[in-house]
């Protein structure tokens, strides 16, 4: 009886306790910070260009504090989306990030997380200078005023501020597409560079406790 047992135990084992594979692997606050940083400090610096050249004038005074200023704000969003890139992968590829193929498919969601906070952070702040250069150019119009024919408006009956709305609006959408090309590039760079720095790892050599 003793022995029967034994063998059905032996033989239920693999099934109700499959073999759960490698450990996980620990990702350290500190890569995790400096991956953060870096995307916010790199996407930022676009969206600052980007907003010199076509953005509200009122908001380019001051381009290196603005740069400051919202790299810092965004530093946390930034540190939730690779936290977030990373816990997808675990669940994607498994627990343990350290074969080469699950660092590079890790890295390219932290990608694509980061440049997704970067493409939000420039349509909002697109969306705000098309909102005050709107503003501005209706006030424009009202204060000195547009002679407009008729064979003009029969043309085009968006005139005058509409059409520089208009104008503005898509100007602002290009820019903001230019810079989600940008920062995406960026991204991949800091990404592949951090990660080859640490000599092609995300996790830490030490187990997680």
Not at 15 to 44: E, K, Y
Request: hydrophobic share 50%.
């Amino acid at each position: 009886m003793s022995i029967s047992s034994t063998v059905q135990q032996a033989d239920l084992r693999p099934a109700s306790q499959p073999d759960a594979g490698p450990p996980a692997g620990r990702v350290t606050w500190r890569t995790i910070g400096v991956l953060a940083v870096l995307m916010a400090l790199a996407d930022t610096f676009v969206l600052t260009s980007i907003q010199g050249a076509v953005g509200a004038i009122e908001r380019a005074q001051h381009p290196f504090a603005f740069w400051l200023v919202i790299s810092a704000g965004m530093v946390p969003v930034f540190v939730l989306a690779v936290v977030g890139a990373i816990a997808y992968a675990r669940k994607l590829f498994g627990p343990a990030l350290r074969t080469p193929l699950r660092v590079l498919a890790a890295a390219l969601l932290i990608v694509v997380a980061g440049t997704a906070v970067g493409t939000a952070e420039m349509a909002v702040s697109a969306a705000y200078d098309y909102h005050q250069q709107s503003e501005l150019a209706a006030t424009a119009f009202m204060d000195h005023g547009t002679i407009v024919t008729p064979e003009q408006a029969a043309a085009d009956p968006c005139t005058g501020s509409c059409a520089a709305q208009r104008t503005q609006f898509d100007l602002d959408q290009h820019a903001a597409k230019l810079g989600s090309a940008l920062a995406l590039g960026a991204n991949l760079v800091l990404v592949g560079w951090v990660v080859a720095m640490r000599g092609g790892r995300l996790e830490s050599r030490r187990p997680r406790n």
